[in-house]
Structures are given as structure tokens and as C-alpha cells.
């Protein structure tokens, strides 16, 4: 069992149904063949959420529709994220996970009727389109570099604009599409299919755990009524904000539970394995490297916990989310690389899940604000600081 404390007692109770489920029912499904470089197939979602709504584990951090404190989501998250598979199955995977959290803050009751309620019951997933193809100098690292357009027309909008790495986009139901609207931004609730919006193609990435893959696709005068605003006009970078500090936080959440599950697999690996006359645990080595992965294991659990904690007491930790995104990412680099390291050869074949967990946090570094944009801003911050201290 992980550890927790400081939590409430319906969170820890989730979180320990949330780990039973995945322990035992999930991680068998690790090797099934419709696990796709692409993500999971519709299929394999289907039944493994299935199961979940069998058990009671779908969307285990808002029951009722009511979201946990961010405390007691990092326990449930941590729990989902032991098997890569499990935060689809359960529905508390990236781009849904964050969605959910959005719609719940923004939309309207009759956009959380229509789009919220079926993506709470994991009937449906959804897809969060902001970045562009950098071979254009569309929006990255920098959203204020936004391309794609939204014109009024009358009562309606009218999107035009080119989208890639929209992860989900390819199966989804859903899409919130942020375009310029004069000087600010506007996110837009999208019925997907929609004939005017169409993917180009799917690129092959490292990654491989979320299901529809992370499509570019063409958006070509998509008409829109002025129901499908999310939240107000010209409030798209607020409301980004507003998304992108817990899902920042989720992220470090689910990929915290699976390098704690990677450690497990090196762990039995190093007491079953021999070399020169002795379990590989015993080579200094091989035990540092072991209880490295344990004191960053500690010290990212403490951060999220830090950073949940921030959240919880109403601020949006901006730059908390930040400090434990660049932290945690980075470490879980680290330890899924030590992991693969341990376990020698084995550890770079797909027979583990530790391959795949060292290739999904590479990835981890790059999404949510590569690690260099979040230090920059955090720099920009401490000028600010310093720069008052001073004049004072
Ligand atoms: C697996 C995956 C899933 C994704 N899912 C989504 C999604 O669902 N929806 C979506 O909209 N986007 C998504 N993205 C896109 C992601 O948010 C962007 O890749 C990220 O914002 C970086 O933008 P970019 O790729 O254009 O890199 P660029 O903007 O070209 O930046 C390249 C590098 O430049 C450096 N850099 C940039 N700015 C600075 C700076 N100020 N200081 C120092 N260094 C800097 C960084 O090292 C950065 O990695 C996803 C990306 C990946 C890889």
C-alpha cells in the first residue's frame, strides 16, 4: 500500500478501492494486443471502463460529480496511474481528466448537460486544442502565438487554423478549441465528428497510453452558434490557466504512481537476479540506484502534496504548479531511467511496463510546459521579487 496521511478518509478509501482494482484487474490487460502505439483501441477502453463501472471506480475523483480536494485526488491519481492502462480505465486520464475539471468550473449548465454529464459517466472522451504546427510558427511553448482564428459572423463564429498534438482528437466527442478573437483568446465547445474539422494524421510519438493518439488535424470554416463559447469571449488564456495548474498537477500524479510501480518490478528484479555470486541488490551499485529512486519517490509525492494543498486553499499555483512540475517530471525521469538500468537488458524489452513508463515520462518533460518554460518563468518571477525587495 502507498503511504498517506493528511487526507480525508472517503479519499483513502477510493484511492485503496482505485489500486485493488488496478492491481488486479488491469495490470493483466498491460499485454493485450489491442494496445496500439497509439494508445489504447476504442475497443480495449470500452471494456476496461467497463469493468470500472462494475467495480465503482468510474471517475473516482468526483463522486457524484462533486471534485475531491486535490489532496485526496493525488491519492486516487497515484493509485489509477500503478498500471499506464489505468487512468483511461477508470477515467482520470489526460485530456478528459482536465476537461472534466474545466467544463465543471466554466461551462454553463446546459454546456455541463450536454458535453460534462456523458464524459462524467466515461461514455464519451474529449480533446483540448491549443497547439499549432511549429513548422507554421503556431502556438507552443508560447499560446500567445496563436494562428487559428475565430470571426464573428452575425450570431455565429467562424474557426479557421491548423492543430496538432490534440491528444484524443481521433475517437473523441468532444473538443475544446482555443482561437484568437481580436487581442485575447476564446475556447470552443466542438461536437465531434464535425465535417469541418478534419485529421491530417496521426504522428508516431514515444508515448503511447492515451487512447486516439495525438492527431494534427485542419480546421476549415468551422461555424459555430454562440452556445459553444466556453465561459466569455476573449477569456480563453484565463481559463487555460485555470486548467493547466491541476492538470499540471495530475499529470505528476499519474506518472508518480507508475514509476512507483516500475521501482516495484526493478526491485524483484534486483533480489531475483544474480551476478558475480550475489542478488544484483547487493552491488552497491545497483542498491543506490534503488534507494535513489526511493528518496525521489518521497520527495515528488511531497511536492505534489505541497503543491495539491495550495490548490485546495483556493489559489490557482501558478508557480507552485510550476516548481512541482519541472521537480517531479524531471525525477521520474530519473528513476524510470534507473529503473531500466537495474533490470539490464530486460528492462529495455516491452516484457515490463518499465519501457514504456521511461518513454511516457521523456515525453511528460515536453507537455504541460516544457521544463525550460517553466524555469524561465519562475526566473521572471524571482526578478520581480528581487526587484521589489530592492526598491523597498
Ligand atoms: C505527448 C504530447 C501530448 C500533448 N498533448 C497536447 C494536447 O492535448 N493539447 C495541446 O494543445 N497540446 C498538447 N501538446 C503540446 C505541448 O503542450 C507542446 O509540445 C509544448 O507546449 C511545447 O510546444 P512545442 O512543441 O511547439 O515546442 P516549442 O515551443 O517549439 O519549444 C521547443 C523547446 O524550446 C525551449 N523553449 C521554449 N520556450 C522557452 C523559454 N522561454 N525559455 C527556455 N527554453 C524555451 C524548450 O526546451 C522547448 O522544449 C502535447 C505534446 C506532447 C509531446
Known amino acids: 500500500m502507498m503511504s498517506h496521511d493528511s487526507v480525508s478518509t472517503q479519499g483513502q478509501s477510493i484511492g485503496a478501492r482505485v489500486e485493488r482494482f488496478v492491481r488486479d484487474t488491469i495490470i493483466p490487460f498491460e499485454r493485450d494486443p489491442r494496445w496500439t502505439s497509439h494508445g489504447p483501441s476504442l475497443d480495449l477502453v470500452a471494456e476496461t471502463r467497463a469493468l470500472a463501472r462494475n467495480a465503482g471506480v468510474m471517475t473516482p475523483h468526483m463522486p457524484a460529480g462533486q471534485h475531491l480536494s486535490h489532496r485526496d485526488t493525488a491519492l486516487v491519481l497515484r493509485a489509477a496511474g500503478l498500471s499506464p492502462l489505468g487512468p483511461v480505465a477508470v477515467n482520470v486520464a489526460a485530456p478528459d481528466e482536465g476537461n472534466m475539471f474545466l467544463l465543471s468550473k466554466v461551462a454553463s449548465p446546459e454546456q455541463q448537460a450536454r458535453f460534462l454529464q456523458p464524459l462524467l459517466e466515461g461514455r464519451v472522451r474529449s480533446t483540448f486544442m491549443m497547439t499549432e504546427p511549429a513548422a507554421e510558427n503556431g502556438a507552443g511553448s508560447d499560446p ?137 541488490i547487493d552491488h552497491e551499485g545497483v542498491g543506490y540506484m534503488l534507494a535513489d529512486n526511493r528518496i525521489e519517490l518521497k520527495q515528488s509525492e511531497l511536492l505534489i502534496d505541497w503543491c495539491a494543498g495550495v490548490l485546495d486553499a483556493g489559489s490557482l499555483a501558478t508557480m507552485e504548479s510550476s516548481i512541482a512540475k519541472v521537480a517531479v517530471s524531471e525525477a521520474l525521469f530519473r528513476i524510470a531511467d534507473r529503473c531500466v538500468q537495474t533490470m539490464g537488458g530486460t528492462g529495455v524489452t516491452r516484457d515490463t511496463i518499465v519501457e514504456q513508463v521511461f518513454r511516457e515520462v521523456r515525453a511528460f518533460r515536453i507537455y504541460d510546459g516544457p521544463t525550460e518554460v517553466h524555469k524561465w518563468s519562475l526566473a521572471k518571477h524571482i526578478k520581480r521579487e528581487t526587484l521589489a525587495r530592492l526598491a523597498t
Open 144 to 280: 500567445s502565438m496563436l494562428m487559428t482564428v475565430a470571426e464573428p459572423d452575425g450570431d455565429q463564429w467562424i474557426i479557421n487554423g491548423r492543430k496538432c498534438f490534440s491528444t484524443g482528437l481521433d475517437g473523441a466527442s468532444v473538443a475544446i478549441v482555443m482561437a484568437k478573437t481580436g487581442v485575447g483568446a476564446t475556447m470552443f465547445l466542438v461536437d465531434l465528428p464535425h465535417p469541418a474539422m478534419c485529421i491530417e494524421r496521426v504522428p508516431h510519438t514515444l508515448d503511447s497510453s492515451m487512447p486516439g493518439g495525438h492527431p494534427t488535424s485542419r480546421i476549415e470554416n468551422l461555424r459555430l452558434d454562440r452556445e459553444a463559447v466556453l465561459g466569455e469571449v476573449g477569456k480563453g488564456f484565463k481559463y487555460a490557466q485555470v486548467r493547466l495548474s491541476p492538470a499540471r498537477l495530475t499529470h505528476c500524479m499519474r506518472w508518480l504512481g507508475a514509476c512507483t510501480r516500475a521501482q516495484e518490478i526493478a526491485s524483484e528484479y534486483a533480489v531475483k537476479r544474480q551476478a558475480f555470486g550475489r542478488m544484483l
